[in-house]
């Protein structure tokens, strides 16, 4: 330090001793000389005073610190470091700022402010998670958030300590570190443990919390609680130690105290039912509960009290049964207190009060015997050695007992509790690491210290002791690491005071030894003592006092009295009354009192320490502890337990005995501040160099002390070391370490002098020729102007004058004519203009009224077309909410019901159903095959028969025809004819019979529908009734505003509703996703190396998706296959091709015959086609019918040929992929039996489909020969039997065989037809009969399997509806009635909907069969009209020709935007399409490419009428994106990728579903090519789901790319060079507890977060993201960089000064510059910023009058009341020219904000999400000039 430096000047502010506030703050008047006797000081009120000052009598005082480093975040900041400046810096802090925090080095001090604080809230847990302790403000999260990270870092356990007075805030404390580990390491399992931990609290508060005259909840009792860690780091478990339990507070309390919290809290729940048999009342009637003769907690209410500690005893295990002995013993101990015992006449003797209630309800809730404690109350036993003897007690020694038993009962029961709280919390997976919080009670000295007092201290002992060398310990390690010498610091070592305590011959000593003599008391104890320890210094004896001694603690003089100490550590408790409740017949009672050995620990761990608790045991055992040796063994396992893990250390302190909030008391402050070790941080710290900087924060500050040439040094650390070796010329005043500079005490403020003077004096120098400067050229502009305006001053003067004379000339010649001429004209002009202006202003009044009038009446019309206009849009939005609410809730119902039955469909009971008893049905269609062929053979010998007989009829009947004929040749017509016409009649009259029946239940159904739809219009508008109301006040009462305000509310509640659903649609997603894993956690957990699913993608997608799937037919082959694979086996049928090949083969010999079969066909065709010059004849439309059937049955057999093809591939890649694994046995024979299965049943379905083909062809043939030769009667019998349905079952087959057979006889050339084989044909007639009826038993067979299937779902479907109603009603009878209703209503809510949606389908199904019968009913109309005109018809008309449906040939047309595929493609398509794509390969295309292509596939699907294809690929797509994303979860590309394709793919459905709402925009081309057959409304529900979930989970990837950026690039990064000014930050300097190197963690800067932003936008414009919802992902972005700016500045006050809100609006303003260049100023992004716009403008303006307080409310609107007072409270000036805000200015501020309503939440929500909008965008692209590029791989889709 230079030597002409003298710290007590003029001026200089000093700290003075006072009687009252401790230290008093003063000012030197003059110069104080070294060795003059007094200091001239003035007060701070203007008072002189004289200081004397000596070597011997007081020294010089402390110098106060300049007011920069007043208000510090940490102590060791202070540049002096002192009592006075410690006191002064935590009152300003505490009062001004009302920070109740503050760091000392490595402690924590937290002031209790006795009011609830919001700083406690998840968001502020969110805040200081991961961050550095130095980097936020002091916070009991911080130090739990650098207890965990260091837990996690070094893997070394850790303890955070927690000490004080009672009132302290101790247990408060604790709780909020234990609900930060709760919170931050929350279990990773479903077990919820982190809540059972914070459960414990409540129920240790209510057993060993009480009110005492210093706290209304203090913990009468120590505890040290271990929350257990897994690898991971998530709470797996806990465990918990307790301490020293007052058991005295149980018998006694002093006045204005309370007992036990437990006790009142029962007392005020006497009157539930389930208490009635404690037989309780109010406190006031108990000995126990009322002797501090005030009962009542304010603000307290135990009855709810009680609620939440039993909730914590059901949330921890505890059974109902044990909670009630629990409540027994409690109310038991209450009894006993009131148990009255009335002394006898002789005064040795006493009993207990004939029929004493109280003690008949003790004995009664403990299950004891009431003799036997009566007796054994009054009484005691003495052994001998010989005899044994029962003595009678006095009253006062009766009493003493009762009591004793009391505290014993409640002793072993809190001992019970903790024992069970902690099996609760134990865990029986591994333990890592843990975190230990101790809670133990502070110094206490009272008026009168007793053997409890002397146990808090020892305990407090043996914690300073181990506090000081930690603080050691750690100022050791600082040095050494920064290679500083290490000169010996002598702190204070408390080691004499414990020896004397606790060492041999000690206090404890002594005092067990007087306990083990018969007859030893306190007075011999304390003798003994003064024998023992007179000479110690740290051990007095009283003057006035035998009974009394003094012991010097750290913390102050402390006298005891010795009275009780050997009564209470003896804890005697007589022996019959123990073994009277040991005999107890409730088990918990009996196990309370079971004698206990303490046994070793089973495991020796770092985290399982054992738990130790103060068991009492038998009075007369031998090895018995005394409560003094039980609370050193565990003090001594406690300090084990510390010194093996990292402490961290938070001081309580209590600033005032009256528990007002914010009051100081500065005593009681100083005395804690001594006591609790604070001070002698301090003292450590100031004893070596507590001031230190690092290098680049010294230069930054100290730079103005540098001269020009050291600032272009590179090497600053060289600069900073020649500054301070010039600065300073004490070399011992500071040193250089490896990355900070050490300073003495006092330096710091002697740089900071010089810096101030620094700037002082270069500020008076700049404004000294400033000031110059600015009046030389103010003299010299006047001067000049002073000349300018004399010269043209005088001669404007003299131009004047000369003019004057001039004109005066003129004049007098000019006036006589110039007068009179005047006068007239004037004259004139005044009469004209008066005219004039009475008639303009005739007119002007006439045409105002006229206007007026018009104006009014066009204003009426306005009026009344506008509100008429304003009334329909109200009610159309309201209608249109209505209707969105409601398909939103239908929607969700049906998502439910469809997601059950689809798990119900895909469940494994199912499928086993399904396959059971399949093998026995084919043994059984085997047997029947082998009769029926039998069956078969006895029929083709009676055929002959019925041939032969039927030859000679048919002869008959040909002769009777023909005379028939020749008699009647038109009456069998007309009588055929009319058959048919009655058959139809028939019919149709069946089918209006239906149809009325239809009706009349679709009426019905319609009716109770329109009623509900008319109560619900009747609700509605009554609804709109008091809207209308409620509107017409407000419009009275803001007529200007009204629209205004209404529209921006609907739209409120439409923007808060859509965040609901798209938060429910998160959750849900989240779920699924949570789903989702678990399957595969579960599927990889039972894998098996030969177990697979479907080895088809499009199956796996199907049985993932939410939405209706394709089913897939199965798969089949012939008989011969099967065969093989039975022989072969399924491992070498699955390797064998041969098998595959012939599958192909059969399968191409079914195409070959389907080939043939249409080539016979088209033949017949071409033959009817060449006879068409013949007259048509009346049966031609009928047999036109017939071949349009049979046409249409062809397609059907070919469509199911290519269906078969399908499933055949299918069947070959599974095959191949089972074959390819390698499975169990087990499995192989399930695979094979599938396999078998699947292969028959497509056996069976390829004779089927033969049968049919034969049939056709028959049939076809037959007609073709019968139109060639039979005449017009065989035509006519030939065309009824072809227009009747086709024969399915065996009656139907036997008339259409009977029908062949009598065409073929009614043939002339008989044999002929024979030898072409006829009869053949007969023959295969009969066998396909034979197959019709076997394929007829197998369909019967199937529907009754289904049936039974459908009744076993129903039954499991009734038992689940059972188990839920049960579920229900369990949970109904545990509510409230209030509740109950309420449940009911929204019951009953549910239920109607779901009814109205089952109807609404119903009406559905009803409307869709009734257009299918109007469509049959047209057909036979047009049937009955043809055959009546058939009738009408003359009987000459020659032969029909026989008509076909002829197969048009399409022409070759242009690209209609279609894309079609093979369904078996439909995998790859998927696979190439989303699954493989990258969003690089498509980058060169049109954007969004993946969605035109799907779009054009769904059209081509639309096109051709396939529900199934649609179904299928939107399904697929859907599916296969959710994949895609999870897959790529991290990765913003695809997520912005795809997001793009969903929402531009929902625009296409829109855009082409054919509503008018969405084709306003098309062009006719577009318009054309419009979805035709399929409403996808659902699908673009879905979609539109899936899109909201992709910008989720897009919005959270970004934001965890930006949120390490956000606070390093708009705080700390310097954006403008040199502007912020640098602090002493003290020990916990910035990013203490994580830079490990010197370069430091990484720093980002605003650059480079605008260009990640920038990053972000290009990628979203590159792949065609809409840009409203381009504007949506940066305003959810920008709130987030605002939220967390702004909540980093509300916690950290090193930000809050001028020069940091300049770089802050600087930073903002960058930002608001981006968004304009991107075009992203109009999206709301820049609203985001306002909240931190205003908190810079706050930090920068000015903040002094009431015009200031003014101007900030109206200018910070987005900032909360409390945001604003925060900002103000944490502002700190950076250099001695700014000022400090004031607390008055403050107060000013909170006055004029009191009319705010504003939330009392002090941060802002970073997971606030604003609901996304995906508006309508069409496409202007048309879809037939998309290019699909060859590099997709798409080759198999097919332009169309």
């Keep these: 330090m230079a030597s002409d430096y003298n710290p007590y000047c003029q001026f200089t502010r000093v700290w003075i001793p006072d009687q009252d506030d401790v230290w008093k703050a003063a000012e030197i008047t003059k110069d104080y000389k070294e060795g003059e006797p007094v200091l001239h000081l003035q007060l701070e009120d203007g008072t002189p005073l004289e200081y004397q000052v000596g070597p011997k009598s007081n020294a010089l005082p402390f110098l106060r610190n300049p007011d920069i480093l007043v208000g510090e975040n940490d102590l060791t900041a202070l540049s002096y470091l002192h009592e006075p400046a410690v006191l002064h810096n935590l009152r300003v802090r505490f009062l001004e700022s009302n920070n109740i925090y503050t760091y000392c080095g490595i402690v924590l001090v937290a002031i209790n402010p006795y009011e609830q604080l919001q700083i406690y809230g998840e968001e502020v847990i969110t805040a200081y998670s991961g961050q550095n302790m130095g980097d936020m403000d002091p916070h009991i999260f911080a130090v739990a958030e650098e207890a965990y990270k260091q837990m996690a870092r070094d893997e070394k356990n850790q303890s955070i300590i927690v000490s004080g007075e009672s009132g302290a805030g101790k247990t408060v404390s604790a709780k909020y570190a234990m609900r930060y580990f709760a919170t931050v390491g929350g279990s990773s399992s479903d077990a919820n443990v982190e809540e059972k931990v914070l459960a414990s609290n409540p129920i240790m508060e209510a057993i060993g919390n009480a009110k005492t005259t210093r706290n209304d909840n203090s913990s009468r009792f120590g505890k040290y609680i271990q929350i257990v860690f897994s690898r991971h780091y998530h709470i797996i478990g806990a465990n918990m130690r307790t301490y020293l339990l007052e058991k005295s507070r149980v018998v006694f309390q002093a006045e204005e105290e309370r007992n036990y919290h437990i006790f009142y809290q029962l007392c005020a729940s006497a009157t539930l039912p389930e208490f009635k048999e404690l037989g309780l009342t109010s406190a006031e009637d108990f000995t126990y509960t009322s002797l501090g003769e005030n009962i009542f907690i304010e603000g307290v209410n135990d009855a709810e009290d009680l609620k939440r500690t039993r909730e914590a005893f059901t949330l921890l295990g505890i059974k109902e049964s044990n909670q009630s002995g629990i409540f027994k013993i409690l109310a038991s101990i209450l009894h006993l207190g009131n148990v009255e015992i009335i002394s006898e006449r002789d005064g040795e003797s006493c009993h207990v009060g004939r029929n004493d209630v109280h003690l008949e309800h003790f004995c009664r809730l403990l299950g004891v015997e009431l003799k036997q404690m009566d007796h054994w109350l009054c009484h005691r036993k003495l052994a001998t050695a010989s005899e044994t003897y029962v003595k009678t007690m006095s009253c006062k ?263 007002e909030a914010f009051s100081f008391d500065s005593r009681r402050a100083v005395q804690q501040l001594r006591a609790c070790g604070v001070l002698e941080t301090i003292r450590i710290s100031a004893a070596g160099y507590p001031s230190r900087w690092t290098y680049p924060d010294f230069f930054s500050r100290y730079r103005v002390l540098m001269r020009k040439s050291d600032l272009s040094s590179a090497d600053k650390k060289q600069v900073c070391k020649n500054l301070l070796e010039t600065l300073i010329k004490e070399p011992d005043m500071f040193q250089f370490g490896k990355t900070k500079i050490f300073f003495r005490a006092g330096q710091v403020a002697y740089l900071e002098k010089l810096r101030t003077d620094k700037f002082r004096s270069a500020c008076i120098k700049i404004q000294k020729t400033v000031r110059g400067w600015l009046q030389r050229i103010r003299y010299r502009k006047i001067r000049r102007a002073a000349l300018e305006l004399q010269r043209y001053g005088r001669g404007y003067l003299a131009r004047r004058y000369a003019e004057f004379l001039r004109q005066n000339r003129a004049a007098l010649i000019c006036q006589k004519q110039y007068r009179m001429v005047r006068e007239r004209r004037k004259f004139l002009r005044i009469r004209r203009a008066a005219m004039t202006i009475q008639a303009y202003t005739r007119g002007m009044f006439t045409r105002r009224i006229y206007w007026e009038f018009l104006l009014h009446h066009k204003a009426m019309i306005i009026q009344k077309h506008v509100r008429g206009w304003l009334q329909r849009k109200k009610f159309l939005r309201a ?199 678990l399957k595969e956690e579960v599927s990889l957990s039972k894998f098996h190396p030969g177990h697979r699913r479907t080895t088809s993608d499009q199956i796996s997608l199907e049985s993932d998706s939410n939405y209706p799937s394709v089913s897939t037919s199965e798969v089949g082959d012939t008989e011969d296959s099967i065969q093989l694979v039975d022989e072969m086996g399924v491992e070498k049928a699955a390797m064998d091709i041969s098998l595959f090949m012939k599958l192909q083969k059969r399968v191409r010999e079914l195409e070959t015959e389907r080939k043939r079969l249409q080539v016979n066909l088209d033949k017949m065709e071409e033959i009817a086609k060449r006879k068409g010059s013949e007259a048509k004849s009346p049966t031609s439309d009928v047999e036109t019918a017939d071949l349009a059937y049979n046409n249409l049955k062809r397609q059907e057999l070919e469509s199911e040929n290519k269906k078969l093809k399908n499933d055949l591939n299918d069947l070959r890649k599974t095959i191949s992929e089972r074959a390819s694994q390698d499975s169990s046995s087990n499995e192989l024979q399930d695979s094979y039996n599938l396999l078998l299965s699947q292969l028959r049943a497509a056996n069976e379905e390829l004779d089927a489909r033969k049968e049919e083909v034969l049939i056709l062809r028959t049939q076809i043939v037959s007609n073709v020969q019968l139109q060639e030769q039979s005449e017009r009667i065989e035509s006519e019998v030939d065309g009824g039997l072809n227009n009747s349905k086709e024969p399915m079952d065996k009656e139907e087959a036997l008339k259409a065989y009977h029908g062949l057979c009598e065409s073929k006889n009614n043939l002339q050339d008989w044999c002929l037809l024979n030898e072409d084989g006829e009869l053949g044909l007969a023959y295969q007639g009969l066998k396909q009969v034979a197959r019709l009826l076997e394929a007829q038993l197998q369909t019967q067979t199937r529907q009754h399997r289904d049936e039974l299937e459908a009744l076993h779902t129903q039954i499991e479907l009734l038992k689940d509806d059972i188990e839920k109603k049960q579920e229900l009603l369990n949970y109904t009878s545990s509510l409230s009635p209030e509740a109950k209703v309420e449940y ?138 959710k994949k895609v994303l999870k897959r790529n979860n991290d990765d913003f590309e695809m997520m912005s990728f795809w997001l793009a394709n969903s929402s531009r793919l929902l625009h296409c459905l829109k855009q082409y579903s054919g509503e008018e709402a969405f084709m306003t925009q098309n062009t006719p081309k577009q318009n054309e090519h419009c979805l035709k057959n399929f409403d996808l409304a659902e699908y673009r529900q879905v979609l539109s789901d899936l899109s909201i979930q992709i910008y989720q989970q897009l919005i959270k990837v970004a934001e965890g790319i930006i949120q390490p950026m956000i606070v390093s690039a708009m705080l700390e990064s310097e954006s403008i060079p040199s502007l912020a000014g640098v602090k002493p930050m003290g020990y916990r300097n910035r990013s203490s507890s994580m830079d490990t190197d010197a370069d430091g963690p990484t720093t980002y800067t605003l650059q480079g977060l605008i260009r990640q932003l920038s990053q972000f936008n290009s990628i979203m414009r590159d792949q065609g993201l809409d840009p409203e919802i381009v504007g949506q992902v940066f305003r959810q972005l920008f709130h987030c960089i605002n939220a967390v700016t702004l909540n980093n500045l509300l916690l950290r006050k090193d930000v809050c000064s001028w020069s940091a809100g300049m770089q802050l609006r600087y930073n903002t303003s960058q930002l608001e510059e981006w968004l304009r260049a991107n075009n992203l100023f109009q999206s709301k992004a820049s609203a985001t910023l306002e909240p931190i716009i205003q908190a810079a403008q706050l930090l920068q303006v000015k903040k002094k009058t009431s015009q200031d307080a003014e101007a900030i409310c109206s200018l910070c609107t987005a900032l909360t009341v409390q945001q604003i007072v925060k900002i103000l409270n944490l502002y700190t000036p950076l250099n001695e020219f700014e000022e400090r805000v004031t607390v008055s200015f403050i107060r000013n501020i909170q006055s004029n904000l009191q009319e705010r309503n504003d939330p009392p939440q002090l941060l802002m929500d970073t997971k606030h999400t604003f609901p996304v909008l995906f508006p309508y965008a069409p496409s202007a692209l048309n879809l037939e000039t998309m290019h699909i590029p060859a590099s997709l791989g798409l080759d198999f889709l097919i332009r169309v």
């Design 397 to 659: 020694q009766a009493n003493n007992a009762r009591d004793a038993l009391a505290k014993h009962i409640y002793a072993r029961l809190f001992d019970w509790i903790v024992e069970h709280i902690n099996k609760a919390l134990q865990t029986s997976s591994k333990q890592h690491s843990f975190i230990g919080v101790l809670d133990i009670y502070g110094f206490e000295t009272f008026e009168v210290n007793s053997f409890e007092q002397f146990c808090i201290n020892y305990a407090n002992e043996k914690l300073q002791q181990q506090f000081n060398s930690h603080v050691f310990k750690l100022e050791q390690e600082e040095y050494m690491k920064e290679q500083i010498p290490w000169t010996l610091i002598d702190f204070y070592d408390n080691q004499p005071c414990i020896d004397l305590i606790e060492a041999r011959l000690g206090i404890l000593d002594l005092l067990d030894e007087e306990c083990k003599v018969p007859k030893g008391t306190d007075q011999n104890w304390a003798q003994k003592l003064y024998k023992q320890h007179s000479g110690s210094a740290h051990f007095q004896k009283p003057r006035m006092s035998n009974t009394s001694f003094i012991i010097i603690h750290f913390a102050d003089k402390v006298e005891y009295q010795c009275e009780g100490f050997l009564e209470k550590n003896r804890d005697t408790v007589y022996e019959e009354q123990i073994n009277i409740l040991k005999a107890s017949q409730f088990q918990l009672v009996a196990d309370l009192f079971q004698e206990k050995d303490d046994l070793p620990s089973s495991k020796s761990s770092k985290v399982n320490v054992r738990s130790l608790k103060t068991v009492p045991k038998v009075p007369n055992k031998e090895h018995r502890k005394t409560v003094g040796h039980q609370f050193r063994s565990s003090l001594h396992l406690l300090m084990d337990t510390l010194n093996a893990t990292t402490p961290h250390y938070v001081r309580c302190i209590k600033p005032n005995d009256f528990k």
């Design 1384 to 1521: 009911s209503v929204q019951q009953e809510i549910t239920r109607l909907t779901n009814d109205n949606l089952d109807l609404k389908e119903l009406v559905e199904k009803l409307e869709k069969n009734e257009r299918k019968l109007k469509k049959q009913l047209r057909i036979y109309m047009k049937k009955v009209q043809e055959l009546a005109a058939q009738a009408a018809a003359q009987s000459g008309s020659s032969k029909g020709e026989l008509t076909r449906q002829v197969t048009l040939q399409r022409k070759e047309k242009d690209f209609e935007g279609m894309l079609e595929y093979m369904k078996e493609d439909e995998v790859l398509l998927i696979k190439t399409l989303i699954t493989d794509i990258r969003p690089s390969s498509v980058a060169a295309t049109v954007p969004c490419l993946p969605a035109y292509i799907l779009f054009m596939c769904i059209r081509h699907a639309d096109y051709v009428n396939d529900d199934q294809k649609v179904e299928s690929l939107l399904t697929s797509t859907i599916n296969a994106i």
């Design 879 to 1077: 209608r249109n909410a209505a209707i969105v609410i409601q398909c939103g809730f239908r929607r969700m119902q049906a998502k439910r019901l469809l997601k059950q039955r689809k798990i119900e469909a895909r469940s494994a009971q199912h499928l086993k159903k399904l396959n059971t008893g399949m093998e026995n049905k084919i043994v059984q269609l085997t047997r029947k095959m082998d009769e029926q062929s039998k069956e078969l053979k006895t029929q083709n010998e009676q055929l002959l028969t019925v041939n032969a007989s039927l030859g000679s009829e048919v002869t008959k009947l040909q002769k009777e025809l023909e005379l028939v004929r020749n008699q009647q040749p038109d009456g069998g017509k007309v009588m055929s004819l009319q058959e048919e016409v009655e058959k139809l009649r028939e019919e149709l009259q069946e089918a209006h019979t239906q149809r009325k029946k239809m009706e009349e239940e679709h009426g019905s159904e319609k009716l109770s529908l329109t009623q509900r739809v008319e109560e619900l219009e009747r609700e509605n508008s009554l609804l709109k009734t008091e809207k209308e109301e409620m509107n017409r006040r407000i419009q009275q009462q803001a007529k200007n505003s009204a629209e205004d305000l209404s529209s921006s509310s609907l739209e409120t509640e439409l923007d808060q509703e859509r965040e609901r659903y798209q938060n429910l649609l998160k959750e849900f997603s989240r779920l699924e996703m949570r789903y989702e894993n």
